[in-house]
């Protein structure tokens, strides 16, 4: 049987031209004065995007070729009440970048940073609505810039990033539900090789109170070709590559979590967790 491709919705920078000639896209992630806009950001949905699924064609598609690949962790997951537990998450993240150093043949695998997303049951219709554990991302994006992962590479490694000479390292995420299999605001993913740099991806400037980062924005354009994992298991993670300290060519791959019309009512919300990584080549 074919694997299923849908048809709904994510949003996109506004492709207009004449935005950020002057100004740089920035969001303000603080209480800043209230005279302060707190972005400059606009967006746009595309409403009719094809999102296709990979599953039962998991080997079309590669790390390198595509910036994507799926990791069978073959069910030695942490069960999912773990979770609740750093213990628990400690756990997995050993256990997938361990699994993640043999699958890229890399020297090192660093974990720098997870989020644990839960949909609340009013999402996306949250209004007035807060809070506090993090919530799916409906806006097309990429984590990092080039230059944002040379400053991460730098902060993790302290001193004995110092003594290297053109260090090779990547900035990989790996994404799981924490439990399956997953229907409810799957996360799709951008064939890197379809991205155009110089039309589609924007830098942009997150700007909090004592600190900044920068990550990308993206453009929608009719040659991108959209994938996600249909009925994704829990020991199944997702590796796709955000930033490659050598080659200009691997841009990060674009990604967002989508409405799926597949999703029958009832469904269980929405659970997952993020895990960012560095690895290192040399």
């Known amino acids: 049987m074919a694997a299923a491709a849908v048809q709904t919705s994510i949003n996109f920078l ?14 303000i992630k603080y209480n800043a004065a209230p005279d302060i806009p707190v972005s400059n950001l606009r967006f746009e949905k595309q409403s009719s995007l094809t999102i296709s699924s990979i599953r039962g064609r998991e080997a079309d598609f590669s790390f390198e070729k595509n910036g994507f690949t799926v990791l069978n962790l073959n069910g030695t997951v942490p069960p999912y009440e773990d979770f609740d537990r750093p213990e628990g998450v400690r756990s997995y993240i050993l256990a997938a970048t361990t699994a993640l150093k043999a699958l890229l043949g890399a020297q090192k695998v660093q974990a720098f940073q997870y989020v644990i997303r839960k949909r609340d049951k009013d999402y996306p219709n949250m209004k007035d609505k807060t809070v506090e554990i993090s919530q799916p991302t409906s806006i097309a994006h ?8 040379a400053t991460t590479f730098q902060r993790v490694n302290g001193e004995t990033s110092n003594g290297l000479s053109d260090p090779h390292y990547q900035v990989v995420n790996l994404w799981k539900p924490l439990r399956g299999p997953l229907y409810d605001w799957p996360l799709a993913l951008c064939d890197a090789s379809t991205i155009n740099p110089s039309t589609d991806l924007e830098p942009c400037d997150q700007v909090f109170a004592k600190s900044a980062s920068e990550n990308v924005q993206v453009r929608y354009r009719e040659q991108q070709r959209w994938y996600y994992l249909e009925g994704q298991r829990a020991d199944e993670v997702l590796v796709f590559r955000q930033s490659d ?29 993020e895990v960012r990584t560095l690895v290192s080549y040399s």
């Open 245 to 273: 300290s050598r080659e200009e060519s691997k841009c990060g791959v674009p990604h967002s979590s989508f409405p799926n019309p597949l999703a029958k009512e009832g469904e269980l919300p929405r659970e997952s967790i």
């Open 14 to 27: 506004t492709n207009d031209p004449s935005l950020y000639k002057t100004e740089k896209p920035y969001q």
């Open 142 to 149: 990429i984590d990092t810039t080039k230059e944002e992962a």
